[in-house]
């Protein structure tokens, strides 16, 4: 197929780069999908098997509240999985019957008094020491369930 160079602007590549899977999707991919509804056939099976995995959380016990269940659903997302926090928070949303990504976002900024790039170096730390002191004290009585999603095999 013949192609054709264009010109955007930073708010447009930015809003691109977005929506992209990263180092899977072209700018052309991400325009093709959003435009025509289509992926590309050469990276379809990629891109299903990698939100086939990034789907998967495990399950939370019942009685978990939401909070902390968006919370650790992202953390497994973007440390196990190896998601970006952002596409993970949008993965969450959409689990939890398309809830709005901002939604998900407040469970592990504001209501654990962070901003997303401290929550980022929490998921970082290894053995989440500094996140687990953080749900702790904020989930007091579901110790047990942070404890058993956070030290999942890597």
Do not use: W
Request: aromatic share 8%; with cysteine; glycine share 6%.
């Amino acid at each position: 197929m013949r192609m054709h160079k264009i010109d955007l602007d930073q708010e447009v590549l930015d809003y691109l780069k977005s929506q992209a899977e990263p180092f899977i999707d072209t700018p052309n991919d991400v325009l093709r999908r959003l435009l025509l509804g289509k992926t590309s056939n050469e990276k379809l099976s990629q891109v299903k098997s990698r939100e086939s995995l990034s789907h998967n959380p495990p399950p939370v016990p019942a009685g978990t509240p939401k909070a902390l269940e968006h919370i650790l659903q992202v953390v497994y997302l973007t440390h196990f999985v190896d998601v970006p926090r952002s596409k993970g928070t949008k993965i969450v949303a959409k689990m939890h019957g398309g809830i709005a990504p901002q939604t998900v976002l407040d469970k592990y900024c504001r209501q654990l008094n962070l901003k997303a790039f401290e929550f980022d170096r929490l998921i970082a730390e290894p053995g989440f020491g500094g996140l687990k002191k953080k749900l702790y004290a904020k989930f007091s009585a579901h110790s047990v369930v942070i404890d058993n999603y956070l030290n999942q095999p890597e």
